[in-house]
T-cell receptor
């Protein structure tokens, strides 16, 4: 079954702690994306990657970091510098940037 | 002002009714996407269009490039159509810009 998976479904972060959200796809897609969704707001782009070992900042990259060491994987780290991390995080992938994006089920991050 | 505006923000319909959701954008685009977000949070891509009209089952999407406007229609609506519908546009660069979504509730 081809698809895109995210884990965990729920994640709790303590103050000052870094946490990493996982995103894996077996669709052989070159492009991958991380979005943040806050209640009542549209999706906002955090980072995106068009190809392995390359990534670009999106609109709200501050306090986040990513890596793209493998085509299938695009993990997102929420650092302690992100002062308001509570949100729903969605990962997506596509054959190329601007093409139809396939979304993972999302990770809900809560701060304790 | 947001680059992508959707209307209405919320919509309630009775089962069987025809539903229209609107999306207006302020920049030149190369493509427009309609997405559906289920109550659990998962998002599914419904359409990608750059001109004209596309139909899939009871869903129809249209776009008017000159007027910078797109509509998503749901015919013979059903409670399982209850979801948030999101419009997104691809303008310059390689990123999508998203509207705030339209929350649709279809009552039996």
């Amino acid at each position: 079954d081809g698809g895109i998976t995210q884990s965990p479904k729920y994640l709790f972060r303590k103050e000052g702690q870094n946490v990493t959200l996982s995103c894996e796809q077996n669709l052989n897609h070159d492009a991958m994306y991380w979005y943040r969704q806050d209640p009542g707001q549209g999706l906002r782009l955090i980072y995106y990657s068009q190809i392995v070992n390359d990534f670009q900042k999106g609109d709200i990259a501050e306090g986040y970091s990513v890596s793209r060491e493998k085509k299938e994987s695009f993990p997102l780290t929420v650092t302690s510098a992100q002062k308001n991390p509570t949100a729903f995080y969605l990962c997506a992938s596509s054959t190329g940037t601007g093409e139809t994006q396939y979304f993972g089920p999302g990770t809900r991050l809560l701060v304790l | 002002k947001n680059e992508v505006e959707q209307s209405p923000q919320n919509l309630t319909a009775q089962e069987g009714e025809f539903i229209t959701i609107n999306c207006s954008y302020s920049v030149g685009i190369s493509a427009l996407h309609w997405l559906q977000q289920h109550p659990g949070g998962g998002i599914v891509s419904l359409f990608m269009l750059s001109s004209g009209k596309k139909k899939h089952g009871r869903l129809i999407a249209t776009i008017n490039i000159q007027e910078k406007h797109s509509s998503l229609h749901i015919t013979a609506s059903h409670p399982r159509d209850s979801a948030v519908y999101i419009c997104a546009v691809k303008a310059a660069g390689n990123k999508l810009t998203f509207g705030g979504g339209t929350r649709v509730l279809v009552k039996p």
